[in-house]
């Protein structure tokens, strides 16, 4: 039993060969995906692919690198798909200092029109952050207690974590916790309290260890699982029943 909680299997890297993909992740025990949206086009893609398939959810929303594009419209548009019922979160949203394909204070003004509408809608949201923790966690500690939601794809270290946790929010570990030199992802992965604790895939990108610089895709979310539980010292299957629950808690607000 367990869940990938942030995968865009709607991109065209799986054009060729979706329905196959979802099969591996049945096969695998992949019992729920997060199909989420990153600009209009990714958002209207995962809503129809979560309205067309069994077990699939979506998010809708707008990356920091395309923060620019988040004119009044596509605000308009991401709350009309907001309104579906297979839609349980709103995201990716957050900030990208790495890149900067969108200037920084776009950047933050995006965010924030973002996380209004998630407070007015009061639905959780998938935050990305690459090199901007220092300005992201003083933006969601401003709403603490008026938002929820996970810090996807986490790469802070155990004093970011506590702050993450603090904030109310949980933590989304993928792919990279496979790899050798991982090592505050992987203390984090040990200290995590287990009721905060996500697993993902981020497919097509960042495959574990075992498939690294490959396409990733939903039932590689097991060997997550695999090496977490050999760092907390605990089986595979807790992990996949734990992180699975807490899917379901954080996003039980919605339409599951």
Known sequence: MLVD???HIQLSQFD????????????AGIEQILVVGFDLKTSQQAVELAMNTENLWATVGMHPHDAKDLTNTAMDTFQRLADHPKVIALGEMGLDYYRDLSPRSIQKTAFE???DLAEELDMPIIVHNREAYHDILPILRSRKGRISGVLHCFSGDVDIMKQTLDIGFHIGIGGPVTYKKSDDLQTVAKQVPANRLL???DCPWLAPQFRRGKRNEPSYVISVAERIAELRGTPAEEIGQITTQNFVTLFSNQNQ
């Open 5 to 7: 909680s942030h995968a």
């Open 199 to 201: 697993i993902e895939t």
């Open 16 to 27: 060729r060969d979706r329905h196959e993909v979802l099969q591996r992740a049945k096969s």
């Open 113 to 115: 029109q973002q996380l």
